[in-house]
């Protein structure tokens, strides 16, 4: 019995290794990336919330180099008092190098290369952050503090963690990899809710329904509004709605749904109970479809 149970822990530990020992190139072409952006206060009581999708749209040739087009189609706009932040169509060139594991972008109104993705990074190397308006670096260095594996459809791929960013193999980062990381310090937070390829969704998960978002950006006439205090907040934040009775669901940073609670009157108090330290983002519906959405800090 024991020789069993050990020879299957060694079938499944070297299976692992086999499955990430082989590289995952970034996509060139059919592939879809949603996201969650949230930006600093256009109002003193209103955030930008807006939701978007990035999609490969074509090749061109830049100095003998073969690079390719990402467009957002569309940006859904969440919030009645703050307009898009992100512009439909042309985002960027990116090309990657298989043999070296690298991406790298041209930003629009930049003729300037920059490194996005190195996916030879070991733990204590510094993650790249693109630079703004090819000024110095505005932001702050992120160290890679953990590599490990995670499945992505039926295999698994490399993943490097530090503070928060996560980058995967062959997908990108939980971060809006095409905003400099500057904007991340400063308030503004792109959140990685879904990417799918050649039609199959791969992150979250296999079944997470990752559509294209095609309609042109809206403004909810529906959304209603919340209020969050203390935020930051260690042991529990006092929840004003508009509405008597909604539900709320929390999120993660890396767009994963972690908590599902039911606020009964206009002002409830919400507990973290099991919840760890570090950014969370929220969306409150109820049964008319009012919403409310963003984010709070545990700390």
Request: hydrophobic share 35%.
């Amino acid at each position: 019995m024991k020789k069993l149970l050990y020879l299957i822990f060694l079938t499944t530990t070297l299976g692992t290794r086999a499955q990430t020992s082989i590289y995952h190139p970034f996509p060139d072409s059919n592939a879809v990336w949603n996201w969650q952006y949230y930006a600093s206060y256009c109002t003193p009581f209103s955030q930008v919330d807006e939701e978007y999708s990035y999609e490969l749209d074509g090749d061109t040739v830049i100095g003998s180099m073969q690079y390719h087009k990402i467009v957002i189609p569309f940006v859904q706009v969440n919030n009645t008092l703050c307009g898009p932040r992100n512009d439909i169509g042309y985002r960027g060139f990116i090309r990657q190098s298989i043999i070296d594991k690298k991406v790298f972008c041209i930003l629009p109104n930049d003729s300037v290369e920059q490194l996005i993705f190195d996916f030879n990074l070991q733990v204590g190397d510094s993650i790249p952050a693109l630079e703004e308006d090819q000024g110095g670096q505005c932001y702050e260095k992120i160290i890679v503090t953990q590599i490990d594996s995670v499945l992505i459809g039926a295999s698994y791929r490399k993943r490097w963690n530090g503070s928060g960013l996560i980058i995967i193999e062959g997908i990108g980062s939980n971060w809006e990899f095409l905003h400099p990381l500057c904007e991340i310090i400063d308030g503004a937070t792109g959140v990685l809710t879904c990417f799918k390829q050649n039609g199959t969704s791969l992150y979250p998960n296999t079944s997470y329904n990752c559509n294209l978002i095609t309609s042109l950006y809206s403004i909810s006439s529906n959304h209603s509004s919340a209020n969050l205090f203390p935020n930051p907040f260690h042991t529990s934040i006092t929840v004003e709605t508009q509405v008597e009775k909604s539900t709320m669901k929390i999120y993660n940073s890396l767009g994963v749904l972690v908590r599902e609670e039911g606020i009964s009157y206009y002002s409830t108090v919400f507990n973290r109970n099991s919840l760890s330290d570090g950014i969370y983002f929220y969306r409150l519906s109820n049964e008319k479809g009012e919403i409310a959405s963003g984010k709070f800090v545990i700390d």
